[in-house]
């Protein structure tokens, strides 16, 4: 019963389909961990959406920003961008409100204990372990899920708070988390977040470094699988595996068994020039 991880997908069905039939993946046996942003800027979003959904328990798929960029246009308080957004055929299929309700209750994290194994989308701040990752995750998974989510999601967007207090309520903690599991990439040596460089390692301005990189890193000793970073490609190190390997961008759609530690991928057609 392999188990294999596998990055961004944003809409680009067909090549998950080459790529799943290229590892020859059994659903029946087989199990396969999304790094979420399963939609947007590709071309068959609705597609993607409803076959993770199908794949039932055999399918793990955490929730990446483009996927909370979706709930938030569904949920009236967030708006398309006419220049990149490709949420138009999720947002008039007949079963729209369906696809949503599975999309609002995927996790911002996946751990699994018996692997020392962690799923997700973008990074972690250096002060968390894994535990309290969990636990902060719960809280807006918890949020989204429940009655007031639609609230959450419109206060969801800003770049502030940018350094982790256990002290930090209401929507600036959520806001926190939320920026941590679905966008971060770099950190100040005083685990301060940014969340504006978007280049790969040595292009970041003086004073960041990847958030994986900082050397008191608390999550160090688990192994954490996250997608989010195309221009980081496939990157192994620290204990941290990056899958965004750009198919999005005519790069690649990659994946990593688990059980044996094996890469495959598969060269993917331009579908959008970044920017």
Same mark, same amino acid.
């Given at each position: 019963?392999?188990?294999?991880?596998?990055?961004?997908?944003?809409?680009?069905?067909?090549?998950?389909?080459?790529?799943?039939?290229?590892?020859?993946?059994? *659903?029946?046996?087989?199990?396969?961990?999304?790094?979420?942003?399963?939609?947007?800027?590709?071309?068959?979003?609705?597609?993607?959406?409803?076959?993770?959904?199908?794949?039932?328990?055999?399918?793990?798929?955490?929730?990446?920003?483009?996927?909370?960029?979706?709930?938030?246009?569904?949920?009236?308080?967030?708006?398309?961008?006419?220049?990149?957004?490709?949420?138009?055929?999720?947002?008039?299929?007949?079963?729209?409100?369906?696809?949503?309700?599975?999309? !609002?209750? !995927? *996790?911002?994290?996946?751990?699994?204990?018996?692997?020392?194994?962690?799923?997700?989308?973008?990074?972690?701040?250096?002060?968390?372990?894994?535990? $309290?990752?969990?636990?902060?995750?719960?809280?807006?998974?918890?949020?989204?899920?429940?009655?007031?989510?639609?609230?959450?999601?419109?206060?969801?967007?800003?770049?502030?708070?940018? !350094?982790?207090? *256990?002290?930090? $309520?209401?929507?600036?903690?959520?806001?926190?988390?939320? /920026?941590?599991?679905?966008?971060? !990439?770099?950190?100040?040596?005083?685990?301060?977040?940014?969340?504006?460089?978007?280049?790969?390692?040595?292009?970041?301005?003086?004073?960041?470094?990847?958030?994986?990189?900082?050397?008191?890193?608390?999550?160090?000793?688990?192994?954490?699988?996250?997608?989010?970073?195309?221009?980081?490609?496939?990157?192994?190190?620290?204990?941290?595996?990056?899958?965004?390997?750009?198919?999005?961008?005519?790069?690649?759609?990659?994946?990593?068994?688990?059980?044996?530690?094996?890469?495959?991928?598969?060269?993917? *057609?331009?579908?959008? /020039?970044?920017?």
């Amino acid at each position: 019963m392999p188990t294999y991880a596998i990055g961004d997908i944003q809409g680009c069905f067909d090549q998950l389909q080459q790529l799943l039939e290229r590892i020859e993946f059994d *659903p029946g046996k087989d199990e396969i961990w999304f790094t979420g942003d399963l939609v947007n800027r590709g071309p068959k979003s609705l597609e993607t959406v409803r076959f993770v959904k199908r794949l039932g328990k055999s399918a793990v798929t955490v929730l990446g920003n483009h996927d909370l960029h979706l709930m938030a246009v569904d949920a009236g308080v967030g708006k398309l961008n006419s220049g990149s957004d490709t949420l138009a055929d999720i947002l008039a299929a007949p079963d729209r409100e369906e696809l949503m309700l599975w999309l !609002r209750g !995927r *996790p911002l994290i996946h751990h699994d204990a018996k692997r020392n194994a962690a799923l997700l989308h973008a990074g972690l701040p250096p002060q968390w372990e894994i535990s $309290q990752a969990i636990r902060c995750a719960r809280e807006v998974e918890t949020t989204l899920r429940g009655p007031n989510y639609r609230d959450f999601l419109r206060q969801m967007y800003g770049n502030k708070p940018d !350094r982790w207090h *256990p002290d930090l $309520q209401g929507w600036e903690r959520l806001r926190f988390i939320t /920026n941590c599991f679905t966008r971060m !990439r770099y950190c100040r040596p005083d685990g301060r977040i940014d969340l504006r460089a978007k280049g790969r390692p040595g292009t970041q301005p003086d004073g960041l470094l990847p958030w994986f990189e900082l050397p008191d890193r608390k999550s160090r000793d688990t192994l954490i699988l996250f997608g989010h970073w195309s221009t980081l490609g496939f990157h192994q190190t620290d204990n941290i595996c990056a899958l965004d390997t750009g198919c999005l961008w005519g790069g690649r759609l990659t994946t990593l068994c688990l059980d044996d530690s094996s890469v495959h991928a598969i060269p993917c *057609p331009t579908w959008r /020039n970044p920017g």
